[in-house]
């Protein structure tokens, strides 16, 4: 019932809409005894006209005119309360999504390293729809039926105290038996969601990977994946059904009879006159209406195991620890001239060491490249910069600014980034290259555009900066996605540059032609280049070797070039591959 707790808890901005539903609800309860009980005096003044003659028909129509009333009320008040329980549902469905995206903005790089995305969206609304749902249930379903059957209890109680006491007494049966049940669904159910969640995030793989399945013939592989996820999957609903229905067989067969009795019981006191004709009618209207309580019981703890199993994984992310603050608001105070500091800084991805009591500066209006073997820690020393991670040990300052001491925002505010993976989302151009700046004007696109040399190609689309470029940017080309990227790190015009692999995509005149771009947004600012082609570094100021984790050798382009190390060893494996490559077409 943790979960039930923590969805009430979360419910909190709708209380008082929900303490108003209550009320309704409880009006509701408490007409509906009352339909019976008006229904008696009407018997019992046909059976006094029957027998004496001495019926009163004025009483008789006043009688029926307050059933026709409390009808007209209770279909009003049912359609009220049930439409503020939706009006509830949708409310809370927004609040939970709303909550849980701030989440998943706040949590760290390491969860996304480990999460599949499309297990977490489906998580998400697995999670939203079973909450929504229970407290849908709770206002429009559950409170009335536990409140019709404390009424009818208390009716039936009053009338005959016995009957009233056999009628309670089924009730504990009926729910022990209910609980078991939903509790074995429960179970299966959380094994079952486990296995959907997988399926939905390899379902989000494959069509996020298409070409590659498509080009490695895999479709009959990953169906089969799918199908044999979802064999396992019915298999356990069949298990859940089967449990269900045997057990609902037990209840409903001992329900009847119990019912079965208590009527004989009702029939018998009437025949010896300990019953009115009247109290006899109006009992056995109440007892008919503790069967929709009744079967709500199972029901209700149906709802509440659905809820307690489909809502785990979403508090499970909820109580995740933050590491980041959500902002609302764009940093303030920014720096024009930083320079970064990594101070004895190692990190390791759980327990494999990354980088080792790494010290290394990056100037003010430096341009410096990372070099070195792949895995030698680049790009987890660009994601430390970015604090995208926290390091193991050691500090990293931003302008004598430790990173323990200021937010993740003030510190992205500084940088714009050039991804090695094209990082683009499925809208327009426009989008693409002005996100994250609301206030940007076309003019400023089309520069920045035109400096990273895409202005020509994305004219000849028929929307031109309005043109959807599809999930990923789909419909263009490597270079193409790669430019759009650089003319949003432009646009931005941040202090510190930051260019992972930035022109490995881009054809050799491209690559020129952006390189040209690129080089007069170094000036003035501080720039770091992750670069495996070294001619796109032989202008930087410095080059950082990197190596185990560790700094190598650093130095100007020249010096290294002629020291020997690891720098000249992959300078000379290009320059030989390049040389082969030229000797075959006899052109060197």
């Known amino acids: 019932m943790n979960n039930i707790f923590k969805i009430i808890k979360l419910s909190k901005p709708q209380h008082k809409l929900i303490a108003v539903a209550c009320v309704l609800i409880t009006v509701q309860a408490i007409l509906q005894q009352a339909m019976p009980v008006t229904l008696k005096y009407v018997v019992d003044e046909l059976t006094q006209q029957i027998s004496t003659g001495t019926g009163d028909y004025q009483r008789l129509t006043l009688l029926f005119g307050l059933i026709l009333a409390i009808n007209i009320i209770l279909i009003f008040l049912g359609s009220l309360s049930q439409r503020l329980g939706d009006y509830i549902s949708s409310r809370l469905g927004r609040y ?48 009335p039926a536990l409140l019709q059957a404390i009424f009818g209890i208390l009716v039936l109680s009053y009338f005959d105290l016995g009957i009233g006491l056999l009628a309670l007494a089924v009730f504990p049966i009926y729910i022990a038996i209910s609980s078991y049940s939903t509790r074995r ?5 959380f094994e079952k969601n486990i296995h959907e969640d997988s399926t939905r995030g390899r379902i989000q793989e494959v069509i996020s990977n298409i070409k590659l399945v498509k080009t490695y013939n895999t479709q009959n592989q990953e169906w089969q994946y799918v199908s044999q996820k979802y064999n396992t999957i019915n298999s356990i609903y069949d298990r859940q059904s089967t449990e269900y229905h045997i057990l609902n067989f037990i209840r409903g067969f001992g329900l009847e009879i119990a019912f079965v009795f208590i009527l004989f019981m009702i029939f018998q006191r009437t025949f010896f006159g300990q019953l ?21 019981m199972s029901y209700i703890l149906e709802q ?26 764009p940093a303030t105070k920014l720096l024009k001239q930083p320079e970064v500091e990594f101070d004895h800084v190692s990190f390791a991805y759980e327990e494999a060491p990354v980088l080792s009591d790494l010290s290394l500066k990056f100037d ?69 290259v002005a996100y994250g700046l609301k206030d940007a004007t076309e003019e400023d696109i089309i520069r920045a555009l035109k400096q990273a ?14 043109a959807q470029i599809g999930e990923r940017g789909v419909k263009l080309s490597g270079g193409q996605k790669q430019r759009i990227q650089i003319a949003r790190a432009i646009l931005h015009n941040k202090p510190i540059l930051i260019l992972d692999e930035a022109t490995s995509s881009l054809d050799s005149k491209s690559e ?57 060893e992959l300078l000379r494996y290009q320059i030989e591959g390049n040389k082969k490559l030229l000797s075959e077409y006899e052109l060197y």
């Open 453 to 466: 040399n895409a202005y020509e190609f994305v004219m000849k689309f028929k929307d031109g900066l309005d």
């Open 512 to 568: 020129r032609l952006v390189q040209d771009a690129l080089e007069k947004l170094f000036k003035n600012r501080l720039v770091i280049i992750i670069a495996h082609r070294f001619s796109t570094i032989q202008n930087v100021n410095r080059i950082v070797v990197l190596d185990n984790g560790k700094v190598a050798d650093a130095g100007r382009p020249k010096e290294l070039a002629k020291r020997k190390g690891l720098y000249s």
């Open 96 to 143: 939970l999504t709303e909550m849980y995206y701030q989440k998943i903005f706040s949590l760290p790089q390491r969860y996304f390293d480990s999460e599949i995305s499309g297990k977490i969206v489906n998580q998400l609304n697995r999670g939203i729809i079973s909450i929504r749902e229970f407290v849908g249930s709770a206002t429009n379903f559950i409170a």
């Open 276 to 296: 009115t004709l009247g109290e006899m009618i109006l009992i056995i209207q109440i007892l008919n209406q503790l069967r929709w309580p009744l079967f709500g």
């Open 185 to 189: 669904w429960g179970k299966l159910q």
């Open 364 to 432: 003010k209006q430096e341009t410096i490249a990372l070099v070195g073997h792949s895995g030698a820690g680049k790009t987890t020393l660009i994601n430390l910069i970015l604090k995208l991670y926290e390091p193991t040990s050691g500090e990293i300052k931003l302008s004598g600014k430790s990173y323990r001491t200021v937010d993740h925002a003030w510190v992205r505010a500084h940088i714009a980034l050039v991804f090695q993976d094209n990082e683009l989302f499925s809208s327009t151009i426009r989008e693409n």
């Open 304 to 329: 509440v195991q659905q809820a307690e199993a489909d809502s785990k994984a979403f508090f499970e992310v909820l109580d995740l620890p933050s590491t980041e603050v959500f902002q609302t608001k």
